[in-house]
Structures are given as structure tokens and as C-alpha cells.
T-cell receptor, first 116, second 119 residues
């Protein structure tokens, strides 16, 4: 079974500072994918970044980077130079690969508030 | 990027009414569609998964006769909340994914959600 754990219900960060949102996972699949989504108050889910279990390098997408530590089973999201528009819920998700469950598992989410 | 359109965005209706929510993938073929329910400040709760050409697979505790899901084509899935009651009021969000080609690196693409309020 797959499990995603986000231990931070809420995080606060000053504008222009960097912030790390934690995500740990558990799976028996050798091949899996990790995703981060942003959900603003309007409700839509916005895909941010993807990390494959066999990827050698940490994923980066603009101000988003994923600190992937496979041995520790963690996939923390790092947002650099926070902006007020980054205030939202952030969900970590995992999907198993071949032979595993293709149904993604979502964490409970972290609410990020960016202060001016 | 891939776009999923969900309609309507907001529904307010009387108790006992049936409500249909549509989810369309606009620029890709969605071999798998997911329907989620989300309560305020909580995570997404998967209701059911539908694969093209087969019946939906419902999660434990989700009434299939209450929440009818039809994956009519590779670009359209509908969720019908039958005889809706106030406890069905929630945020419903669909998601679509193409499972062709690479596997686990395909992200889900979400619709914008439907806020359902039953009076």
C-alpha cells in the first residue's frame, strides 16, 4: 500500500524568502512517481512538479524544486523567493509504476501563507 | 499544457434534485478519470476511478447508486449525484490522465471543481 505523509498542517513564510514543505512516502513499488500540486482558495488543483523514482537529479521547475531523498523516502518541495500568490494549500501525491497501483495517493496537505 | 474542463463550477439546488457534473479532457485522451470529493481544509477523497470502456470502480463507502459515474468516451466523464441531500453538499473535483506511453510520470490534470450546495 502507498502512503503519503505531510506533517505540516500550516506554514508561514515572509515574502521573498524560501520555504520547504515536507513530504514523506511509503511504498513497496520499485518504480513510482511523486507529484506536488497547489490548490489556491478558488479550488483548482495546479500541477507543480514531478519526480520519478529513477531520476538521478532533483526536479526543478522555475521557483519550485523537489528535494528528493530516496533512502529517506522524502520528497520535500522547496519554493524559492516566495510571492504573495504562493499562499495556498499544497498537496504531495504519489503514484505507483508498473505492477503497482496507478491510483495516486494524496497527502493531507500543507497550508502555506506568505506574509508581505 | 493539458486542460480539463469541469462544468458547472457551482450548483445550488433543492433537496431531492439530481445533479450532473461533466468533466472533459480538451486536448488529450483520458484513459482514466478520477472523481474526488473535498471537504473544507481537507485533502482530496477519492470517490471512484473510471477507465475508458469499463464500469467505474468505487472506493469503499461510496454509494454507487448515489453517485453515478459514466465514462462515456475518452474525453468525457460525468458524475450524477442522484436525489441530492444537504449532506451531499461539497466540492467535487474531477481529474483525468492519459495512461498511454510512459506510466508513472503522467500527472493528473484536474478540472476546476464544482461547488455543490443542496438546500
Amino acid at each position: 500500500a502507498q502512503k503519503i505523509t505531510q506533517t505540516q498542517p500550516g506554514m508561514f513564510v515572509q515574502e521573498k524568502e524560501a520555504v520547504t514543505l515536507d513530504c514523506t512516502y511509503d511504498t513497496s513499488d520499485p518504480s513510482y512517481g511523486l507529484f506536488w500540486y497547489k490548490q489556491p482558495s478558488s479550488g483548482e488543483m495546479i500541477f507543480l512538479i514531478y519526480q520519478g523514482s529513477y531520476d538521478q537529479q532533483n526536479a526543478t521547475e522555475g521557483r519550485y524544486s523537489l528535494n528528493f531523498q530516496k533512502a529517506r523516502k522524502s520528497a520535500n518541495l522547496v519554493i524559492s523567493a516566495s510571492q504573495l500568490g504562493d499562499s495556498a494549500m499544497y498537496f504531495c501525491a504519489m503514484r505507483g509504476g508498473r505492477g503497482g497501483s496507478y491510483i495516486p495517493t494524496f497527502g493531507r496537505g500543507t497550508s502555506l501563507i506568505v506574509h508581505p | 499544457g493539458a486542460v480539463v474542463s469541469q462544468h458547472p463550477s457551482r450548483v445550488i439546488c433543492k433537496s431531492g434534485t439530481s445533479v450532473k457534473i461533466e468533466c472533459r479532457s480538451l486536448d488529450f485522451q483520458a484513459t482514466t478519470m478520477f472523481w474526488y470529493r473535498q471537504f473544507p481544509k481537507q485533502s482530496l477523497m477519492l470517490m471512484a476511478t473510471s477507465n475508458e470502456g469499463s464500469k467505474a470502480t468505487y472506493e469503499q463507502g461510496v454509494e454507487k447508486d448515489k453517485f453515478l459515474i459514466n465514462h462515456a468516451s475518452l474525453t468525457l466523464s460525468t458524475l450524477t449525484v442522484t436525489s441530492a441531500h444537504p449532506e451531499d453538499s461539497s466540492f467535487y473535483i474531477c481529474s483525468a490522465r492519459s495512461d498511454r506511453g510512459a506510466y508513472s510520470n503522467q500527472p493528473q490534470h484536474f478540472g476546476d471543481g464544482t461547488r455543490l450546495s443542496i438546500l
